[in-house]
């Protein structure tokens, strides 16, 4: 991911004016992530249950769809250096946040009835589909690395790690909030209330996202002269590729992440499989999911500088590790309260470990380089995303296939990711942190939980 750091002029204005207008600034920031961050739920969270046990859609194919984010990361670097050099009138961000913002809107309207026309006519409804999920994904992007790149600008170097902290804060609190939402709207579940919900997030998310872009951004006459340093994919490459300890932590990160991360497509529609849960209860599996994610958060919090960044990783590693096996079992065993606290242990390890392996990866960043670390490390928690949604319908579509039994594939999917995070485990005692801390650069707590808000 992108970071633009730049130089805040100091102004005439009194600490305290300028303290609640700081303020006033991170929660409109806030706004602005809440809005792009509330486009995915419904798709992530909903569609892709309707899509692929409703509508028989294959999951290889649902994984696509929703990972198109993830596919198209790259181009952040090209969009954050083309901003930065061509101000639209007068503003370097918020046209791109707001177009960004209108594709991911556009795209969450249409997607329902996208997935009803690839059911009724596939040839027909997969160009749609590719356009359609290919405006949402593009606009993820469009607005992610501009709104973040603002508030950068805006924050100051000293003041990012509070304003990322917040947003992503509001971010995951509306991820919850959303979820709980739509799993309301769409009970009983019918095409029409689907369609007629998805649309509500929609208007809400606009709404949020407008707000929070009215006098965000101070207009200024410089087109690019305080834009920082552009980097290609090619130099974040080669800045993990270079170091043999980056080389390795790279296959445990991508491990790790596939593993813990793969299971957003396939584990709402596992759950209508495995128990006959209705599309209102499997919705509500992603805010179950969410709430503890933000208590382990909370958690590691608390823990910071009390325990080692890696002890603390292995916590929500062997969480995430445990909450798979009691999926599997609960599988097995058609038991929903066994699945509940499987899914409970998986909300937990993901964010002690989310927080604590991405804190890890300040460890490998040259503090004169930050932007290009930090991209490199952004660029590559991307594609684990997509490598583990992918695999994840993949092996699920051709489980089930040989087996001929669906809850077959989904059992076979998360016990290969339990495995993924066991062979991530045993890697991290293998790596030589204090080969990581001879380059370290070591924010504050918010600032490492910046990164993993991406």
Not at 123 to 141: E, T
Not at 346 to 374: R, W
Not at 412 to 433: G, N, P
Request: aromatic content about 10%; some cysteine; proline content about 3%.
């Amino acid at each position: 991911m992108q970071v633009y750091v730049l130089a805040i002029a100091r102004t005439t204005q009194p600490p305290n004016y300028q303290t609640k207008t700081m303020r006033l600034k991170r929660f409109q920031l806030g706004l602005i992530h809440v809005a792009v961050a509330m486009t995915l739920v419904p798709i992530n969270s909903t569609l892709n249950r309707v899509m692929i046990k409703e509508l028989s859609i294959s999951a290889t194919l649902v994984a696509i769809l929703a990972s198109l984010p993830y596919l198209f990361a790259p181009i952040q670097v090209a969009i954050g250096s083309y901003s930065d050099r061509h101000p639209i009138f007068g503003f370097r961000r918020t046209p791109y946040i707001l177009a960004g913002l209108l594709l991911c809107v556009l795209g969450v309207v249409v997607s329902p009835q996208v997935a009803f026309l690839i059911s009724d006519n596939f040839s027909l409804g997969l160009l749609v589909g590719i356009l359609a999920f290919g405006a949402w994904g593009m606009g993820y992007n469009l607005s992610a690395v501009s709104y973040l790149s603002l508030a950068s600008e805006l924050s100051g170097e000293n003041g990012r790690g509070k304003t990322i902290a917040t947003m992503w804060f509001m971010m995951i609190v509306s991820i919850i909030v959303t979820a709980i939402g739509l799993s309301r709207m769409v009970d009983p579940y019918t095409p029409e209330a689907l369609i007629r919900a998805f649309g509500v997030v929609a208007a809400s998310a606009l709404t949020l996202g407008l707000l929070g872009l009215i006098k965000l951004e101070p207009h200024s006459s410089v087109s690019s002269s305080a834009a920082s340093e552009a980097y290609t994919v090619k130099q974040m490459t080669s800045a993990i590729t270079a170091n043999p300890v980056a080389r390795v932590f790279f296959i445990y990160l991508l491990l790790l992440l596939a593993a813990i991360l793969g299971q957003d497509v396939l584990l709402e529609p596992f759950g209508a499989e495995a128990f006959g849960m209705t599309v209102t209860q499997t919705t509500r599996i992603t805010s179950i999911w969410g709430t503890f994610v933000l208590i382990a958060i909370l958690i590691a919090g608390f823990l910071e500088g009390r325990v080692s960044k890696r002890r603390i990783a292995q916590f929500g590693n062997t969480g995430a590790l445990l909450g798979f096996i009691v999926i599997v079992i609960s599988g097995i065993m058609i038991n929903t309260n066994v699945f509940y606290t499987g899914v409970t242990l998986l909300g937990l390890g993901t964010g002690l470990s989310t927080v604590a392996n991405l804190s890890l990866m300040f460890d490998l960043t040259v503090p004169e380089h930050v932007g290009l670390y930090i991209g490199a490390w952004g660029f590559s928690n991307a594609l684990s995303r997509l490598t583990g949604s992918v695999l994840g319908g993949v092996l699920r579509d051709v489980v089930t296939q040989v087996t001929g039994i669906a809850l077959s594939g989904y059992l076979v999917v998360f016990s290969i990711e339990a495995l993924m995070l066991f062979v991530a485990t045993y890697m991290l005692y293998r790596i030589d942190i204090n080969a990581f801390k001879r380059k370290a650069h070591k924010p504050a707590f918010v600032d490492k939980v910046a990164l993993a808000a991406e």
